[in-house]
């Protein structure tokens, strides 16, 4: 600590192997969906919409939505994570740890990146939950 900041280690958890149907070189995907993360971000998501339903069904979510680099045109999914704001509905027989970190697992093994979320009930920054409002796309809504 001799020029004042302290030193942190956080070890980040690996990306689960990538199955998914990203456009990727030589697809015949259009220039704009192969490079532009915006449209890949979607596009994973469209392809996964049904398994989203089922986990936000299984988990008793209320809301998911998408917020982050998944809403811009820099992500990548070789290197960025995708972002949930989740509202979670009744407690249904699990705490709510089990809920948090199952439908991290679940939405990771789906989505075949990294998943991050943010218990919309906890987010207590207003400044946060201000921006959050402003940018986040809804994905599923009971």
Same mark, same amino acid.
């Given at each position: 600590m001799a020029n004042g900041y302290r030193s942190v280690c956080?070890?980040?958890?690996?990306?689960?192997?990538?199955?998914?149907?990203?456009?990727?070189?030589g697809s015949g995907e259009t220039f704009a969906k192969r490079y532009n993360g915006r449209i890949r971000a979607q596009l994973l998501l469209d392809s996964k919409r049904e398994g989203l339903e089922a986990l936000c069904r299984k988990y008793a979510v209320r809301r998911l939505r998408l917020f982050g680099s998944g809403l811009r045109y820099e992500w990548d999914p070789a290197i960025s994570d995708l972002d949930f704001l989740v509202e979670f509905g009744p407690p249904i027989g699990m705490n *709510?740890?089990?809920?948090?970190?199952?439908?991290? =697992?679940?939405?990771?093994?789906?989505?075949?990146?990294?998943?991050?979320?943010?218990?919309?009930?906890?987010?207590?920054?207003?400044?946060?939950? *201000?921006?959050?409002?402003?940018?986040?796309?809804? =994905?599923?809504?009971?």
């Open positions: 956080i070890r980040a958890r690996p990306a689960p192997p990538s199955d998914t149907n990203i456009p990727r070189e *709510a740890f089990q809920r948090v970190t199952g439908l991290l =697992l679940d939405l990771e093994a789906l989505l075949g990146c990294r998943v991050d979320i943010v218990d919309w009930n906890a987010a207590q920054n207003p400044f946060f939950r *201000a921006h959050a409002e402003k940018s986040a796309n809804v =994905l599923f809504a009971a």
